[in-house]
């Protein structure tokens, strides 16, 4: 899971999302945004670390922790992209949907997105194309399936696996 903050004034509006946009149009901002003069924050969550936060139903409290990080190095107002509804507190605005309607949160979402893309790019490299790496995607689960990719690139917490591994599972009964 990539993370990643910029700070500066907050701009509401309506932006396009980051999964909406090509990826030629992401490259495109991704250089555009790494051009501008602001302070740009990127968390890089391992899957072991997510199993971990998961495991325990707790894995948006792990990406407030890494809210509160970024709030305790820029006293700039927070605005976040966040799968639940958590309103204003603590100097933050954390909501879904932020990337939509705040542009540094908008920026944050394309230079996350990008940076992801670059990894999954490096690791298609290294073990062949296995697709998009997420669990939808049919060519990533084929590589899961065969055992392509190490396991320390794979979050043993997605459902995907757990089928995978049920249903390995019942190969051998």
Known sequence: MVIAAIVSDIEFGRFKDSKDMSRDLRSKRFQELLQQDKKMYVFIVSPKTIDYYRSRKLLNKLELKILRLIRSMSKMPIVADFPENLGKFDGMIVKPGMDKSCLCTSEASV????LRDSLIRHLRHRFGDFGSGYPSDQRTIEFLKKGLIPKRYIRSSWKTIKRI?????????
């Open 111 to 114: 230079i996350a997105k990008v």
């Open 165 to 173: 591994n049920n249903n390995s599972l019942m190969d051998y009964l």
